[in-house]
């Protein structure tokens, strides 16, 4: 089991940058894909992005150019920086992992943090 505990979210002006972090622990970090996920009022849950346990990193479409992931094997931290950010952007972020790709991709994975909230203002 991985735990997941996300932080860095708050309000920021439409253009501006937010830098997440999903804190994770528990069981080897390195036998399990992980992702940030959105999901926004009246929306489904969408995938911003994901790394699976090779390091290979994928973005969805919408944000490809304006977010990257990085995983800091170090301090165990998935974090996500998001810039030129737009009212639409207006979301909860969750973290989340599962030792299979696919699980994660389709957003059935296994592990879920509890959410930090970005609030994007004009």
């Known amino acids: 089991q991985v735990q997941l505990v996300e932080s860095g979210g708050g309000s920021v002006q439409a253009g501006g940058s937010l830098s997440l972090s999903c804190a994770v622990s528990?069981?080897?970090?390195?036998?399990?894909?992980m992702g940030w996920f959105r999901q926004r009022q009246d929306h489904a849950r969408e995938r911003s992005g994901s790394i699976n346990k090779w390091g290979t990193i994928t973005y969805a479409p919408s944000m490809s150019r304006r977010c990257t992931i990085t995983w800091d094997n170090a301090k165990k931290n998935l974090d996500l920086q998001m810039n030129n950010l737009k009212l639409e952007d207006t979301a909860m972020y969750y973290c989340a992992a599962d030792t299979d790709l696919w699980n994660l991709v389709g957003g059935r994975a296994n592990y879920w943090g509890q959410g930090t909230q970005v609030t994007v203002s004009s």
């Open positions: 528990g069981d080897s970090a390195s036998s399990y894909a």
